[in-house]
C-alpha cells in the first residue's frame, strides 16, 4: 500500500464522516494500512508504519497537523505496548491480528469519547451564560449541542478565525441547531471578553505541559480572558494529548505552524501565517477529556502514566 | 376539626413527656370560598402544607426523637375553646403543653423557652401561660390591624400585665405599654389551662381566655407571661395578606432554615434550586428560550394544575388548584378564585372579589354560574364581590385603621337591630298563636325564652321587646272578638290587684281607643264580659276609661 | 461504565438492619437541622454509619454493596448538599471497597495486560495502577476490573479494617497539621486568619509552644467566629488582635502570612470558605502575602465549581443576623442577603497544608486520584 | 474658680448661638447642625459644670455627677423611645442627648470619676490605657480615649462654641467630613463674632493666633479632616489678607464673607459632581451601582440621578462596627430608589452583579491615593478582581498636598468597645479587658491604592486619581 492509497483512504475517511477527527482518521488509516502491510520482520514492519504515519503529516489534507501527528506517535506508543516479547519473534501474524483487534476496541471507544466529553462540561454551561468559542471545534459543537437539548438558554459569540474563515462554518452549525450565535472578529476579542462569561476553546494537540497548540488566535484568547479573570475552558479527547513541550511560540515545531507544502518547497517561513500558536498552561483553567476534567497539571501526570 | 398531636419522646422519663395541642382549624372564614374544600392547614404556603411547618416543631425539640400523633376529631367544635375544653374531657393533656395554630410559621427553638416556663411554674404554680410574640414595629409588612395588640408588660420577668386590642376605646394609664409585639400564636400553656376553659363557657378564643385571667388575676391569681422572640421567626397565616407577608418572608429566607430551597419536607429534599435574588426553580422547571405569550404575574399566588392562557394578568391574588384562566382576563387585587373555577376570555375581575366552583350555600336560587363575572364560557360562582374589610391590603394601612373602627362597629349595631326585629316577629307570632289557641301562659314563657336564646337576646331586651310585642298585639288582630281576649288576657294576666299596672294597662287601653285600634264595642263588650268576674279592679279600671 | 450504572438502577438498594437504617435517617435529620457542627464530627458520623452499613448489612455480593451504599450516600449527600465532607467519606468508602476487590483480583490473576502494566508503570506507585480511566486504559482497550461478582465474605474483614484506618486518620489529621506547625510560623511574624477553624487553632497553638507571633483574627460579621477564635487564642496567650472585615486590606500592608480554615477544596484547588475569604484572599494577593490553608484530607472534594451561582455551593441563612427583623418597614422594599460561604479560585492559595503535607494548588488533583474513584463520581 | 466665671460669662452666649446658627445654617442641605446647637447646649452647659468644680473637691463633684448621669440615662431611655418610630439621622436632634448620655455612662464604668472631672492623674492614665492597649504597629497613632477631659484646661480662649463643637466630634454627633467642615466654619464664624481685638493688637494677628488655638483644642478632641485643614488655611489666608487699618466690623464682615462663600463652595461642589456624573452617563439605565457605607455626597448623587429618571439599582454594603449602611439604606428606600443591603464580607458575591462601584473620599492624596471610611479600599479591590470600575465622588477642597502610601502612616482609632456589641444574645468579648494578650483594632479610615480606583469625580470635571496634584496646582493659582 503506498502513499497516494494511504492519503486516498485517509482522505476518504474524512469525507465520510466530517464529524470524525483527523487524529482519529490517521490512526484508522494506519490500521488499514497495517492490514494491508506485508512485512516480514517485525523491523521492516515499524519502518513500514512509520513511513505511513509520515505521509499522513506532511500531507496536506487537513489544517490539523498537530492532531494528526499526536494521532499517530499515539499509534506508534500503542504497538510497542502491544507487542508483547514471547509472541512476538514467534510469528508476526499472530501479533498483527492482535493489533487489528484491539484496533477495532479503541475506535470503538474513540466514538464514545466525545460524549463523555460533553457530559462532564454540561455542567458548567450554566442557565443564561454567555460563551466566547474561537474556530471551528467538533467537540466544543457537541458539548453546545448537548447543553442546548438540555434546554438551557446561553448564547455564543464565534471569531471567525482568519485564515481559513473557519468561524463561519461554526456559526451556521450552531444556528442550525438552534443555539443563537454571533459572528465577531477576530479582531474584536478583547471587546467582547467583557461580555462573556467564559472561553470554551477545542485543542489539535494537548502539549505535556498542560498548554494546548490550536487554532492561531487561541493565544491571544486566552490572553485577554486572564486579563478580564475569565475562566478559559479547554475540550480535547485525550488521543490529542501529544509528547511535546513547548518553551514559545517559536519553539512549536514548522510541521505544525504551516502547511506542509510551504515547508517542502522552501517558502520564506517569516513572510507565512502560521496555522496555530501555543498557549501555556497558566492561561487554561480547566481541561475537559474522556479522562475526567484535568487541571494543567493533571495532563503531564497522564502522558508520563503512557510514555514511561 | 381540632387535631391534636402529642409528640411524645420517648427516651424522656414521664413528667418531661412534651405535649403539644395543634388546632388545626382556623374557625374563621378568611380564606374562604378556597377553604370550602380543604381546611386551612393544608392550604399550600410556597408549596408546602402550613401543617407541615407546624409539624417540624416536633423535631426541632428532640431532633430525631420518635413522635405519636395522635388525632382528635370533634364535630361540635366551634372554636379554640370548645376544642380545648375537648382535650379536657377527654384528658389528653397530663403536662405543660404547646399550644399551636395550625397554620403557624416558624422556626422558634422552643426547648430554652419551655424550660424558661417551667421554671416559672416551679416557683409559682400560678403560671398559666407563657405565651411568644414576635417583635414587630408598627407599620411592620407582618403587622395585621385586625390583630394588633396592645400589651403591658412587666420589664422585670416579662410578666404580661394587661391585654387589649386597640379597637376598643380605653384609655391606658399603665406604664411599660408594649406596641410592638405580635402574637405569634404559639403559646406555652400549663395543664390546667384546658380545665379553666371547661370551667368557664365564655372563653371562645385564647384572646377571650386570656383577657379573663388577666381581669380576674387579683382573684383567682393566675399569672400571664410573655416571651419576645429576638432573632427567630414565627407569624400566622391568619389571613390572605398574611399569607402574602409570610410567603414573601419564606422566599427572603427569614425562616432559615425552613426555606424553599432547604429540605423543608423530608420527601426528596432539596428539590429547588436557589438563584440570585431569591428566586427559587424546581429541579424540573425548564424556562423557554423566548416567551411569547404575554403572561403578567405580579404577587400571584397560584396552585397545582392552574391553567392560564395567554395575555393574563393577575396581581396579587390566589388562584386554587385547577383554576383555568382564558386569553386575557385580568385578575386584580386581592382576588380569590377557588378550585376549578373557569373564568371566560377578556374578563376582568374586579378586586377582591372572590369566586367559587359551586353555588354559594346561602342562596338556592341561581344554580346557573354568575356569566356576568366569569363569561360566558366561564364556570364558577360569585361568592363575594366587594372587598373583604379585613383583609384589606397591608400598605395602605393608616387609613385603613380608621375606616376598620368605622366598619366594624357600625356593622355589629345593624346586625343587632335585624336580629331584635326578628325576635320581635317571631314573639309576637307566638303571642299570636297563643292568644289564638289559648294556650296557657307558661308555654308562651317558655317559647318567648327559647326564642329568645335563639336570637342570643338579653333579658332586659326581652322585656322591653315583649311588652312592645304584647302591646302591639291587637295591631295584627283580625276580628274585634280577638281583642276582646285580648283585653281580657291583658288585665287578668297583669292586673292582679296590682294599681301601678292598672294604670298603665287603662292607658294602654286608651291609647288603643285613642288610635281606633279598639273600637268602642269592643271595650264595651270586654267591659260587659268583665262584669261577672274580678269586679274591684275591673270596676275602676272601666271607671277610668 | 454507562452499562455499570445501568445496572445500578435494576439492584434493590434498600437497607434491611432496622438499626442501620435508623442510624441513616437520624444521621439524614441532623444534617437537615445543622445538629452536627464542624467537618470533622460529620465526617466520623457519616463514616461510622457506612461502616455499621458494611458489617450489619447481609449483601450478596461486592456489587449490592456498593450499590447500596451509593444509593445511601446520595440520600446523605441530598440532605444537606452544601456540607461536601458527607460526599467525600461516602467516596472515600466506595475508593476503599474498590480497592480492597482490585487487590484480591491482582493476586488472583496474572494476566498478560497485567503485566503490561505492571511492567509499564513506576513500580511502586500502585495508584495508577487502579486508576481506571487512564489514557492507557483506552488505548490497551482493557475492560474495566469486573468486581461484580465477588462474594462479599471473603472481603468483609479487609474492608472493615480499611475504613478503621480511615476513622484513625480522620482523628488524627489535626495533630498531623498543627505538627508541621513550626515550618510554617517563625518568630515576630504577623499572622492573619479569619473566622474559627479548629485546625487553625490548634496549628498556632503549637506553634505558640516555641515561637512568639502576633495573630491578626478577621471577626467574620455576621457570625463572628472570628471574635470566638481570637478570645480562644487569646487566653493560649498569643498576642491577638481582632479587626473587623472591612480592615483587611488596610491590615494587609503589615501582614507577612495568612493562615485560614476552609470548609471544602474543590477538585481544581479552589477553596469554599466561610464567607470574606475571597476578600482576604484577594487583598494577599495584592499585596503579595502567602496565603496559606490549612485542610484536612477529609475536606477535599472531587466536585468542580461551575459557576458561583452553583446550586448548592452557597448557603444563605436568614438575613435576621445582618438586619434584625424589626427593622420594620425598610425590609419589605430591600433584599437582604446573607451568604455563608465564598470562593476562593486556587489561583489566590499559595500552599496547602494537609495532614499528609504541604502541597500547592496545582497538585490537588492529584490527591484525588488516589482518594477517590473515578467510577463513583458520576452518582 | 475660673471655670465658673466662664461658665456664668458664657451662659448668655450659647444661649443667643442656636438663632444666629439657624439663620446661617439655611443653605446647609442637612440642615443639622442648627438642631444640635440648641439640643447640645444644656449637656454643654452641665459638662462645663461638672467641669469646673472637678479640680476642686472630688466627692461633691461624684455626688453630681452621679445625678447627672441618671438624669442623662432617662434622657437617652426617652431618646431612644422616640427614635424606634421615626429613623433619625446619624446627626439628627433626638440623638444628640442620647450619644451623649451613653458616652457619659461608659466613660463612667471606664474610668472612675475623678478621670470624669479631667485632670491627668496617674489612675486616669492608667484608666485609659486599659480602653487601648498599644498594639506594636499603632504605637506611633494616638491612642483612641473618650476626650472627657476636653473642658478640663477650658481656659478662656476657647470659646464655648468651640468646646461644643468639640464635644459633637468626640461623641460622633457631627461625623462625615462634609457635616464636620460645614460646622467647623459654621462655628469659627461665631468665635469670630464674639471676638474683639485687645488693645494695641492687632486684629489680623492676634486672631488668627486665637482662632489656631481653638483648632489645636479641636484637633485634641479629633484629629483635624484634611477639608477642615484646608478650609482653615483658607480662613487665615483671608485673615492675613485683611490690611491692619481696616476697622474691626468691616474686617469682620469680610472674614463672614470669605467664610460663607467657602460653605457655598462645598455645597456647590456637591452639586457639581452630582451633574457631572449624571450628564456624562456615568449612571445609566439597568445599573447596579454598589455604594460603601454612608456618604453625603453619594446619597446626593443617587438621588438626583434617580429624580432625573434614571432607573438603577443600588447595592448598599456595610461594615462594622459603625454600620453606618444602614442610614444611607433607609435614605434610598425613602427616596424610592431599589436596594439590596449586605456586609463587606458579602461583598464579592454581589460584585458579580454590579456594573459600578461608587464610594466617597475623607481625603485625597497627591499620590493619587484616595483616604476614605475603611473597607473602601476592600470594596474597590473586589470590584477590581470583577472587573468593575470604581468611581470615587471627591469635593476638591479635600485634595491635599500629603502622600501616604498605607492605612499605618497616619490613621485614626475608634472606640475599640464599639466591637464587642454584636447584636447577640451573648457578647464573645464581653471581658475581653481582662484578656492582657487580646487588642481590639478599630480604626477609621484606610487608604486605597490610585490603580484600583478608576476615575475621580469631582466639581471640577472627571479626572484619573493620579492627577490630584495638577488639580492642586490649578486650585493655586
Not at chain 2, 499 to 504: D, E, F, R
Not at chain 4, 412 to 433: A, M, T
Request: proline share 4%.
Amino acid at each position: 500500500m503506498n502513499e497516494t492509497d494511504t492519503l486516498e483512504y485517509f482522505e476518504t475517511i474524512l469525507k465520510n464522516d466530517p464529524e470524525k477527527s483527523e487524529a482519529v482518521a490517521a490512526i484508522e488509516t494506519l490500521f488499514h494500512y497495517i492490514k494491508l502491510d506485508d512485512a516480514e520482520t517485525l523491523h521492516g514492519f515499524m519502518e513500514n508504519i512509520q513511513k505511513a504515519s509520515k505521509w499522513l503529516e506532511e500531507s496536506d489534507l487537513s489544517g490539523a497537523v498537530t492532531s494528526i501527528s499526536s494521532g499517530c506517535q499515539l499509534f506508534l506508543r500503542f504497538i510497542t505496548l502491544a507487542k508483547d516479547p514471547e509472541n512476538m519473534e514467534s510469528d508476526i501474524q499472530k501479533c498483527k491480528g492482535i493489533l487489528v483487534k484491539r484496533g477495532h476496541d479503541f475506535l470503538d471507544k474513540v466514538k464514545t469519547l466525545r460524549k463523555k466529553i460533553s457530559k462532564l462540561a454540561n455542567p458548567f454551561i450554566t442557565d443564561g451564560s454567555t460563551i466566547l468559542v474561537h474556530s471551528h471545534s467538533r467537540v466544543v459543537l457537541q458539548v453546545l449541542k448537548q447543553a442546548m437539548q438540555d434546554k438551557k438558554r446561553f448564547t455564543v459569540y464565534v471569531t471567525e478565525s482568519n485564515p481559513d474563515k473557519s468561524g463561519h462554518k461554526m456559526v451556521n452549525k450552531l444556528t442550525d441547531v438552534g443555539i443563537p450565535a454571533i459572528l465577531v472578529l477576530d479582531s474584536a476579542m478583547g471587546y467582547i471578553m467583557e461580555k462573556i462569561d467564559f472561553v470554551m476553546v477545542g485543542a489539535e494537540g494537548v502539549m505535556e505541559s498542560g498548554g494546548i497548540v490550536n487554532k492561531i488566535g487561541t493565544f491571544t484568547m486566552a490572553v485577554c480572558a486572564k486579563y478580564l479573570n475569565k475562566p478559559v475552558y479547554v475540550l480535547a479527547e485525550s488521543f490529542k494529548f501529544a509528547r511535546l513541550f513547548p518553551l514559545s511560540q517559536e519553539d512549536v515545531p514548522n510541521k505544525f505552524k504551516y502547511k506542509a507544502s510551504k515547508l517542502n518547497d522552501k517558502v520564506d517561513l517569516t513572510k507565512e501565517h502560521p496555522n496555530v500558536d501555543y498557549t501555556p498552561p497558566s492561561l487554561l483553567t480547566l481541561l475537559f477529556t474522556d479522562l475526567g476534567i484535568l487541571t494543567p497539571s493533571a495532563v503531564s501526570d497522564e502522558l508520563i502514566k503512557l510514555y514511561l | 376539626m381540632a387535631g391534636i398531636k402529642k409528640p411524645k419522646g420517648e427516651e424522656f422519663k414521664k413528667e418531661d413527656i412534651l405535649q403539644a395541642v395543634v388546632i388545626a382549624d382556623s374557625f374563621d372564614k378568611k380564606f374562604i370560598p378556597v377553604t370550602n374544600l380543604k381546611p386551612r392547614a393544608l392550604l399550600p404556603l410556597a408549596n408546602i402544607p402550613l401543617l407541615e411547618y407546624t409539624l417540624k416543631k416536633a423535631n426541632w425539640l428532640a431532633p430525631s426523637s420518635p413522635v405519636s400523633i395522635t388525632t382528635v376529631v370533634s364535630e361540635d367544635c366551634l372554636s379554640v375553646g370548645d376544642a380545648l375544653r375537648d382535650i379536657s374531657a377527654k384528658s389528653l393533656i397530663s403536662n405543660d403543653f404547646i399550644l399551636v395554630n395550625g397554620d403557624t410559621v416558624a422556626n422558634v427553638k422552643l426547648k430554652p423557652i419551655i424550660e424558661e416556663h417551667k421554671a416559672r411554674r416551679l416557683k409559682d404554680k400560678q403560671v398559666m401561660m407563657t405565651m411568644l410574640f414576635k417583635k414587630a414595629p408598627p407599620l411592620h409588612m407582618i403587622r395585621q390591624q385586625q390583630d394588633d395588640i396592645i400589651l403591658a408588660v412587666k420589664s422585670a420577668d416579662s410578666r404580661l400585665l394587661r391585654y387589649d386590642k386597640p379597637g376598643n376605646k380605653k384609655k391606658f394609664k399603665l406604664p411599660l405599654l408594649r406596641y410592638d409585639l405580635m402574637d405569634t400564636g404559639i403559646s406555652i400553656c400549663s395543664p390546667h389551662i384546658p380545665e379553666l376553659f371547661t370551667d368557664n363557657f365564655d372563653y371562645q378564643t385564647k384572646d377571650d381566655f386570656v383577657k379573663g385571667i388577666l381581669i380576674n388575676e387579683e382573684i383567682m391569681s393566675n399569672k400571664m407571661y410573655i416571651h419576645v422572640l429576638d432573632n427567630e421567626y414565627a407569624a400566622r397565616v391568619s389571613n390572605i395578606s398574611m399569607y402574602h407577608a409570610i410567603s414573601k418572608d419564606i422566599l427572603a429566607r427569614w425562616v432559615f432554615p425552613i426555606v424553599p430551597d432547604g429540605s423543608i419536607a423530608d420527601v426528596n429534599s432539596c428539590r429547588y434550586s436557589y438563584g440570585r435574588h431569591n428566586i427559587y426553580l424546581h429541579k424540573t422547571v425548564t424556562l423557554a428560550r423566548y416567551s411569547c405569550n404575554n403572561v403578567k404575574l405580579d404577587g400571584a399566588y397560584i396552585w397545582d394544575n392552574v391553567h392560564i392562557d395567554n395575555g393574563c394578568q393577575l396581581t396579587f391574588c390566589l388562584v386554587d388548584d385547577d383554576v383555568h384562566l382564558m386569553n386575557n382576563v385580568k385578575v386584580q387585587r386581592r382576588c380569590v378564585i377557588a378550585a376549578k373555577v373557569v373564568v371566560g376570555e377578556n374578563q376582568t375581575l374586579s378586586p377582591g372579589c372572590r369566586l367559587t366552583a359551586q353555588p354559594p350555600s346561602d342562596d338556592k336560587i341561581n344554580t346557573t354560574p354568575d356569566t356576568d363575572v366569569v363569561g360566558e364560557d366561564g364556570h364558577g360562582w360569585v361568592y363575594l364581590r366587594h372587598i373583604d374589610r379585613d383583609d384589606e391590603d397591608v400598605y395602605d394601612l393608616e387609613e385603613e385603621m380608621c375606616r376598620m373602627k368605622i366598619d366594624s362597629d357600625e356593622e355589629d349595631d345593624d346586625k343587632e337591630t335585624d336580629s331584635e326585629m326578628m325576635f320581635l316577629e317571631e314573639v309576637i307570632s307566638t303571642l299570636q298563636k297563643a292568644v289564638m289557641v289559648k294556650t296557657d301562659w307558661d308555654n308562651v314563657v317558655l317559647e318567648v325564652n327559647s326564642v329568645k336564646h335563639a336570637y342570643g337576646i338579653q333579658i332586659k331586651e326581652v322585656n322591653q321587646l315583649l311588652t312592645k310585642a304584647v302591646i302591639s298585639l291587637p295591631l295584627k288582630s283580625e276580628s274585634s272578638q280577638e281583642s276582646v281576649d285580648y283585653l281580657k288576657q291583658l288585665t287578668s294576666e297583669c292586673c292582679k290587684d296590682n294599681s301601678a299596672m292598672q294604670k298603665v294597662v287603662v292607658k294602654v287601653i286608651h291609647q288603643l281607643y285613642e288610635d281606633d285600634i279598639l273600637s268602642e264595642d269592643v271595650i264595651l263588650s270586654w267591659h260587659g264580659a268583665q262584669l261577672d268576674d274580678e269586679e274591684v279592679d275591673a270596676i275602676n279600671i272601666r271607671k277610668r276609661v | 461504565m454507562w452499562l455499570r450504572n445501568g445496572q445500578m438502577e435494576t439492584i434493590d438498594i434498600q437497607i434491611k438492619d432496622p438499626i442501620v437504617r435508623n442510624k441513616v435517617d437520624g444521621l439524614i435529620e441532623d444534617l437537615k437541622h445543622g445538629n452536627i457542627l464542624g467537618s470533622y464530627q460529620l465526617a466520623k458520623n457519616t463514616v461510622e454509619v457506612l461502616l455499621h452499613m458494611i458489617s450489619k448489612e447481609e449483601l450478596a455480593n461486592v456489587k449490592k454493596l456498593i450499590s447500596v451504599i451509593r444509593e445511601q450516600g446520595q440520600r446523605l449527600m441530598s440532605a444537606q448538599p452544601s456540607e461536601t465532607v458527607v460526599g467525600n467519606m461516602v467516596y472515600r468508602v466506595l475508593k476503599i471497597i474498590r480497592d480492597e476487590c482490585r487487590a484480591i483480583d491482582e493476586t488472583a490473576e496474572e494476566q498478560s495486560q497485567e503485566s503490561i502494566q505492571k511492567s509499564s508503570t513506576a513500580p511502586g506507585d500502585d495508584v495508577s495502577n487502579k486508576d481506571i480511566l487512564s489514557l492507557k486504559k483506552l488505548l490497551l482497550a482493557e475492560g474495566d476490573v469486573d468486581i461484580s461478582d465477588k462474594s462479599i465474605s471473603s472481603l468483609k474483614a479487609p474492608i472493615i479494617d480499611a475504613v478503621n484506618e480511615l476513622l484513625v486518620e480522620l482523628d488524627t489529621s489535626q495533630e498531623n497539621i498543627s505538627a508541621q506547625a513550626l515550618e510554617h510560623i517563625h518568630s515576630n511574624e504577623v499572622i492573619m486568619t479569619a473566622g474559627q477553624s479548629h485546625t487553625v487553632e490548634a496549628f498556632f497553638k503549637k506553634a505558640a509552644k516555641k515561637r512568639t507571633f502576633k495573630v491578626i483574627v478577621v471577626e467574620c460579621a455576621p457570625f463572628y467566629q472570628g471574635q470566638k477564635m481570637a478570645t480562644n487564642l487569646a487566653s493560649a496567650g498569643i498576642n491577638t488582635t481582632l479587626i473587623t472585615d472591612s480592615a483587611v486590606f488596610a491590615m494587609m500592608a503589615r501582614v507577612n502570612k495568612v493562615i485560614i480554615g476552609t470548609h471544602t477544596v474543590m477538585a481544581n484547588g479552589g477553596l469554599k470558605a466561610i464567607n470574606g475569604c475571597h476578600a482576604i484572599a484577594l487583598a494577599a494577593k495584592y499585596h503579595s502575602v502567602p496565603l496559606v490553608v490549612c485542610a484536612p484530607m477529609y475536606k477535599l472534594s472531587p466536585k468542580y465549581l461551575c459557576s458561583c451561582d452553583q446550586v448548592a455551593f452557597n448557603k444563605f441563612a436568614s438575613p435576621e443576623d445582618v438586619m434584625s427583623f424589626s427593622e420594620g418597614e425598610i425590609l419589605s422594599k430591600a433584599q437582604i442577603y446573607n451568604p455563608i460561604f465564598d470562593y476562593v479560585p486556587p489561583e489566590l492559595v499559595t500552599l496547602y497544608i494537609f495532614n499528609i503535607g504541604g502541597n500547592a494548588p496545582s497538585y490537588v488533583y492529584r490527591l484525588l486520584s488516589e482518594l477517590y474513584d473515578t467510577e463513583d463520581q458520576e452518582l | 474658680m475660673p471655670g465658673n466665671q466662664d461658665s456664668a460669662s458664657r451662659s448668655p452666649l450659647s444661649q443667643q448661638t442656636p438663632s444666629r446658627g439657624r439663620r446661617k445654617q439655611k443653605s446647609n442641605p442637612r440642615g443639622q447642625s442648627t438642631p444640635q446647637l440648641q439640643g447640645q447646649t444644656p449637656q454643654q452647659n452641665q459638662n462645663i459644670k461638672n467641669a469646673s468644680p472637678g479640680e476642686g473637691d472630688t466627692p461633691k463633684t461624684k455626688a453630681q455627677l452621679r445625678a447627672e448621669r441618671r438624669a442623662l440615662q432617662e434622657a437617652q431611655r426617652a431618646a431612644k423611645a422616640a427614635t424606634k418610630q421615626s429613623p433619625s439621622t446619624p446627626v439628627s436632634t433626638k440623638k444628640t442627648p442620647r450619644k451623649f448620655g451613653l458616652q457619659m455612662q461608659d466613660t463612667a464604668d471606664k474610668h472612675d470619676k475623678v478621670s470624669i472631672s479631667g485632670g491627668e492623674t496617674p489612675r486616669n492614665v492608667t484608666s485609659i490605657s486599659t480602653i487601648q492597649r498599644r498594639t506594636g504597629f499603632f504605637a506611633h497613632l494616638p491612642r483612641y480615649q473618650h476626650n472627657v477631659s476636653l473642658t478640663k484646661d477650658a481656659n478662656p480662649k476657647i470659646h464655648p462654641a468651640i468646646l461644643k463643637l468639640g464635644l459633637q466630634y468626640v461623641e460622633g454627633v457631627i461625623c462625615g467630613s462634609n457635616a464636620r467642615c460645614l460646622a467647623l466654619l459654621g462655628t469659627l464664624k461665631q468665635v469670630i463674632e464674639t471676638y474683639s481685638t485687645p488693645k494695641q493688637k492687632e486684629l489680623s494677628r492676634d486672631l488668627s493666633t486665637n482662632l489656631k488655638k481653638n483648632m489645636d483644642f479641636l484637633a485634641q478632641s479629633r484629629p483635624l479632616s484634611v477639608g477642615m485643614i484646608n478650609a482653615f488655611k483658607h480662613l487665615k489666608s483671608c485673615i492675613n489678607g485683611i490690611p491692619r487699618e481696616k476697622a474691626e466690623d468691616e474686617a469682620k464682615q469680610d472674614l463672614y464673607g470669605c467664610i460663607d462663600s467657602y460653605k457655598q463652595s462645598i455645597l456647590l461642589a456637591g452639586k457639581a459632581i452630582a451633574k457631572n456624573l449624571i450628564e456624562n452617563d456615568k449612571i445609566t439605565d439597568g445599573d447596579t451601582i454598589m455604594v460603601y457605607a454612608f456618604s453625603s455626597l453619594i446619597k446626593n448623587v443617587l438621588c438626583e440621578a434617580h429624580d432625573k429618571g434614571k432607573t438603577f439599582s443600588v447595592i448598599v454594603v456595610d461594615g462594622r462596627p459603625k454600620l453606618e449602611g444602614r442610614e444611607m439604606l433607609r435614605r434610598l428606600v425613602k427616596h424610592g430608589i431599589k436596594c439590596s443591603y449586605i456586609l463587606i464580607s458579602a461583598a464579592s458575591y454581589v460584585m458579580r452583579e454590579v456594573t459600578k462601584v461608587l464610594l466617597g473620599a475623607h481625603a485625597l492624596l497627591a499620590n493619587g491615593y484616595v483616604m476614605s471610611r475603611v473597607g473602601s479600599s476592600q470594596v474597590a479591590l473586589i470590584a477590581r478582581s470583577y472587573n468593575v470600575p470604581v468611581l470615587v465622588c471627591c469635593e476638591t477642597y479635600k485634595f491635599t498636598e500629603k502622600v501616604q502610601t498605607d492605612s499605618f502612616v497616619s490613621n485614626e482609632l475608634g472606640d475599640p468597645n464599639s466591637l464587642v456589641q454584636i447584636g447577640k444574645k451573648e457578647n464573645y468579648l464581653s471581658n475581653w479587658k481582662e484578656q492582657k494578650s487580646l487588642h481590639l483594632m478599630n480604626f477609621i479610615y484606610d487608604v486605597t491604592p490610585s490603580d484600583l480606583i478608576s476615575m475621580v469625580i469631582t466639581e471640577l470635571g472627571m479626572v484619573p486619581c493620579t492627577s490630584v496634584p495638577v488639580v492642586l496646582r490649578i486650585k493655586q493659582v
